[in-house]
């Protein structure tokens, strides 16, 4: 990994941002974006950035602060307006405190902002207060992840980063977790960086080069020692071929053995939409003789979870000649995944006293070797999140295998924590539409009545695939479309034959 940092594009973002929010905060999202544009170093919400500005008041008192990512923010495209000014003197209070559980820290938080927006800062947002540096930059790497998600994690990232970093246990987002990252930066002023085992790397500098480029440094001394590491045999083993044809004909079976079954008569079951992975990496990857030994374990890390459940369903030799044998072995293993997720919510529940329904119990990334990875959602947005989220983890445990070592997740009472825990649920609270996770084709779609049907459905959350001649109209509806409800409207002349669009959907 290199540095991507230019002095040109940094004054783009300066001349951009400065006059509005200072200077200080338009090199904070120009970094931030650097960060959060690599997707071996971010993804989908993990990882978060701030930086300690003094914010002036409408009554134009300076008053010190630190500005914290917002929670949701996408680190790849957020400017300044998605940082929290926060009262730096309010936090540091904060540090004399033993414990703070989250409800009375987020409520710290409200009182801390100096801006009334609706949104929170990062979960991390103490952390970022108290360490005494200008910039601190936090991702969760993958290559950071390969080094700390095994038994031997503290030893490794030790060999791999040397000893200016410091290695910290895993701790539950929140107070713990800053509380135990401000003392181990205190106790090591020479450190450059603090790795978290089985969650990321934080560094920090009061020069915002200094601390993108150390952050770089640590990811491309872990992805040196990788590959050093790794051997160059591990996938030549592979049994990976083309998928046989019958893939799409398993795909509305998948569907129905994943769909959420519910209480309602009127509507015994909420569908889920499907995102496929069948590149070639990934089905080296699956189809592995060894895959079953490293594939089923813990997902990388916790904010993963509301996404791919703690662990992944894995059919284990599947009968890829012989379609009905093979629909009774997906069957068996989401029958056995429901059971053993039900079986960790009912143990979550009696040892927290929580009372949180449980979520859908089958999986959401179920592996076939030979064959893919079919990732669920409730939309087709989500599917795909899970989809990235599962290319991450199986690429992360292959290449802890291909090293030897023996992965090492999150234990079991942290992985149900952290699943039906507040602030990541807030995550999901969003409104979906009332035909969210159909799949509705529409013939005639050019038409009058066919493209107000199109759209009606759209509207509800539903993805079309529209069909109708090949001609000026079909294409000007797809753009108009599109433009609107991006993938979720595909179309075309038999695009049921053609493309990924309608099989994936
Ligand atoms: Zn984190």
């Given at each position: 990994m290199?540095?991507?940092w230019?002095d040109?594009?940094?004054?783009?973002?300066?001349?951009?941002?400065?006059?509005?929010?200072?200077?200080?905060?338009?090199?904070?999202?120009?970094?931030?974006?650097?960060?959060?544009?690599d997707?071996?170093l971010v993804?989908?919400?993990?990882?978060?950035?701030?930086?300690k500005e003094?914010f002036?008041?409408?009554?134009?008192?300076?008053?010190?602060?630190v500005?914290?990512?917002?929670?949701g923010w996408?680190?790849?495209?957020t400017?300044?307006e998605?940082?929290?000014?926060l009262?730096l003197?309010?936090?540091?209070?904060l540090?004399r405190?033993?414990?703070?559980?989250?409800?009375a820290?987020?409520?710290q938080f409200?009182?801390a902002?100096?801006?009334p927006?609706?949104?929170?800062?990062?979960i991390e947002?103490?952390?970022?207060a108290?360490?005494?540096k200008?910039?601190v930059?936090?991702?969760?790497?993958?290559a950071?992840?390969?080094?700390?998600?095994?038994?031997d994690?503290?030893s490794v990232?030790?060999?791999a980063?040397?000893?200016?970093?410091?290695?910290?246990?895993?701790?539950?987002?929140?107070f713990?977790?800053?509380k135990?990252?401000s003392?181990?930066?205190?106790?090591h002023?020479?450190a450059r960086?603090?790795?978290?085992?089985?969650h990321?790397?934080?560094?920090?500098?009061?020069?915002p080069?200094?601390?993108?480029?150390t952050?770089?440094e640590?990811?491309?001394?872990a992805?040196?020692y990788?590959?050093?590491?790794?051997?160059?045999t591990?996938?030549?083993?592979?049994?990976?071929s083309?998928?046989?044809?019958f893939?799409?004909?398993?795909?509305?079976f998948?569907?129905?053995?994943?769909?959420e079954k519910?209480?309602?008569?009127?509507?015994?079951?909420?569908?889920v939409?499907l995102?496929l992975?069948?590149?070639?990496?990934?089905?080296?990857?699956?189809?592995?003789?060894?895959?079953?030994?490293?594939?089923?374990?813990?997902?990388?890390?916790?904010?993963f979870?509301?996404?791919?459940?703690?662990?992944?369903?894995f059919?284990?030799?599947?009968?890829?000649?012989?379609?009905?044998?093979?629909?009774?072995?997906?069957?068996?293993?989401?029958?056995?995944f429901?059971?053993?997720?039900?079986?960790?919510?009912?143990r979550?529940i009696?040892r927290?006293g929580r009372?949180h329904p449980?979520?859908?119990?089958?999986?959401?990334?179920?592996?076939?070797?030979g064959?893919g990875?079919?990732c669920?959602?409730?939309?087709?947005?989500e599917?795909?999140?899970t989809a990235d989220?599962a290319?991450?983890t199986l690429?992360?445990?292959?290449?802890?295998a291909?090293?030897?070592?023996?992965?090492?997740?999150?234990d079991?009472d942290?992985?149900f924590e952290?699943?039906?825990?507040?602030p990541?649920l807030?995550k999901?609270?969003k409104?979906?539409?009332a035909?969210a996770?159909?799949?509705?084709v529409?013939?005639?779609?050019?038409?009058?009545?066919?493209?107000?049907i199109?759209?009606?459905l759209?509207e509800?959350?539903?993805?079309?695939?529209?069909?109708d001649l090949?001609?000026?109209?079909?294409?000007a509806?797809?753009?108009?479309?599109?433009?609107?409800?991006?993938?979720?409207?595909?179309?075309g002349?038999g695009?049921?034959?053609?493309?990924?669009?309608?099989?994936?959907v």
């Amino acid at each position: 990994m290199k540095s991507r940092w230019s002095d040109k594009k940094l004054r783009a973002f300066v001349d951009r941002y400065a006059p509005k929010y200072g200077e200080a905060l338009a090199i904070r999202a120009y970094s931030s974006q650097l960060l959060g544009s690599d997707p071996e170093l971010v993804l989908h919400g993990g990882g978060n950035t701030s930086v300690k500005e003094p914010f002036e008041n409408i009554l134009k008192e300076s008053i010190p602060a630190v500005h914290v990512k917002g929670s949701g923010w996408d680190m790849a495209t957020t400017g300044p307006e998605g940082f929290v000014p926060l009262d730096l003197g309010k936090l540091l209070s904060l540090e004399r405190l033993d414990s703070l559980d989250d409800t009375a820290m987020f409520g710290q938080f409200a009182l801390a902002k100096l801006l009334p927006v609706s949104f929170n800062p990062s979960i991390e947002a103490l952390a970022h207060a108290w360490i005494g540096k200008k910039y601190v930059d936090h991702t969760h790497a993958n290559a950071i992840l390969t080094l700390t998600n095994r038994v031997d994690g503290v030893s490794v990232v030790q060999e791999a980063l040397g000893e200016d970093v410091v290695v910290r246990p895993y701790l539950h987002p929140g107070f713990a977790l800053s509380k135990d990252l401000s003392e181990a930066v205190k106790d090591h002023p020479r450190a450059r960086g603090v790795v978290l085992l089985k969650h990321g790397l934080f560094t920090f500098a009061d020069d915002p080069k200094i601390s993108y480029e150390t952050h770089i440094e640590l990811v491309d001394r872990a992805e040196t020692y990788i590959r050093k590491k790794s051997s160059r045999t591990f996938f030549d083993l592979s049994t990976a071929s083309s998928p046989p044809p019958f893939v799409s004909d398993l795909i509305p079976f998948v569907r129905g053995l994943l769909a959420e079954k519910t209480d309602t008569p009127d509507r015994p079951y909420r569908p889920v939409v499907l995102s496929l992975i069948r590149d070639q990496e990934l089905l080296k990857i699956i189809s592995h003789p060894e895959a079953r030994k490293f594939v089923g374990g813990p997902v990388l890390t916790a904010d993963f979870l509301i996404r791919t459940k703690p662990w992944i369903a894995f059919v284990e030799d599947p009968d890829v000649k012989n379609l009905d044998r093979l629909k009774e072995q997906i069957r068996e293993t989401v029958q056995a995944f429901i059971g053993r997720y039900t079986d960790y919510h009912e143990r979550g529940i009696r040892r927290t006293g929580r009372s949180h329904p449980m979520f859908n119990p089958a999986p959401r990334i179920l592996a076939l070797p030979g064959l893919g990875v079919f990732c669920s959602g409730p939309t087709l947005k989500e599917a795909r999140i899970t989809a990235d989220l599962a290319r991450v983890t199986l690429k992360v445990k292959s290449r802890i295998a291909a090293m030897n070592g023996t992965y090492k997740g999150i234990d079991e009472d942290e992985l149900f924590e952290m699943e039906y825990w507040a602030p990541q649920l807030a995550k999901l609270s969003k409104k979906r539409g009332a035909l969210a996770g159909k799949i509705a084709v529409v013939t005639g779609a050019a038409g009058a009545i066919g493209s107000a049907i199109c759209r009606r459905l759209l509207e509800e959350g539903c993805c079309v695939a529209g069909t109708d001649l090949p001609g000026e109209r079909l294409e000007a509806l797809r753009e108009e479309l599109s433009a609107e409800f991006g993938d979720h409207y595909g179309s075309g002349h038999g695009c049921h034959r053609r493309g990924e669009r309608a099989k994936g959907v």
